[in-house]
């Protein structure tokens, strides 16, 4: 079964340094990318951005662009979402997925990949 | 704000059809394809629908997604209790180089 297991929930004070993580199992994790997406309270889904555990590319979206930082180790099938000054904003829940597509019919580009499977979910909350 | 626009909730009854919009711009939805996830209570995202009309093995056909111009639109018959969640759609997007969202659409089952 593939399967993506994050790391428990998360409490701390804003300026603190947090690092949370995803462990896939069941696929060829380092080959596969890794997508970190943000979920307010009662808000919709956030794109964060994206790594690829065999070479450790990445990418941000623009609104997280140097406010976290997206990497990989593939010796342990472990992606990570980490910050170095946490801000009450950055209260959410932190879900991460890998990135699939049908690179033979659909093409690959990344428009042409969806997320599937979803990990179950990190609650950070950051207090004042 | 979410860059794709949905309707924040809709409702049916039980065996009732159902569809769900989903409006973006010639940068995502007009020029990439739609995929929709559906989030039950207290639980994180599924794939429901991928390349605009695609279901995943185990996703009921009670499920179809369509794609027009700069739309797209899920649809749900035969409306079920356990079909009561949270629905978000989602596209890349040209112009962000990134994937956009739209902000979701609750569905309550009456």
């Known amino acids: 079964e593939v399967q993506l297991v994050q790391s428990g929930a998360e409490v701390k004070k804003s300026g603190e340094s947090l690092k949370i993580s995803c462990t896939g199992s069941g696929y060829n994790f380092f080959g596969h990318w890794i997508a970190w997406v943000r979920q307010r309270p009662g808000e919709g889904l956030e794109w964060i951005g994206i790594?690829?555990?065999?070479?450790?590319?990445?990418r941000y979206s623009p609104s997280f662009q140097g406010r976290v930082t997206i990497s990989a180790d593939k010796s342990i099938n472990t992606a990570y979402l980490q910050w170095s000054g946490l801000q009450a904003s950055d209260t959410a829940m932190y879900y991460c997925?890998?990135?699939?597509?049908?690179?033979?019919?659909?093409?690959?580009?990344?428009?042409?990949?969806?997320?599937?499977?979803w990990g179950q979910g990190t609650q950070v909350t950051v207090s004042p | 704000q979410s860059v794709l626009a949905q309707p924040p909730s809709t409702s049916g009854t039980p065996g009732q059809r159902v569809t769900i919009s989903c409006s973006g711009s010639?940068?995502?939805?007009?020029?990439?394809?739609v995929n929709w996830y559906q989030q039950l209570p207290g639980a994180a995202p599924k794939l429901l629908m991928y390349n605009n009309n695609e279901r995943p093995s185990g996703v009921p056909d009670r499920f179809s997604g369509s794609k027009s111009g700069t739309s797209a639109s899920l649809a749900i018959s035969g409306l079920q209790s356990e079909d009561e969640a949270d629905y978000h759609c989602a596209a890349w997007d040209d112009s962000l180089n990134g994937w956009v969202f739209g902000g979701g659409t609750k569905l309550t089952v009456l």
């Open positions: 997925a890998r990135l699939l597509g049908d690179c033979a019919r659909l093409g690959c580009s990344f428009g042409a990949h969806w997320f599937d499977p």
């Open positions: 790594t690829y555990p065999d070479d450790s590319q990445t």
């Open positions: 010639s940068s995502n939805i007009g020029s990439k394809a």
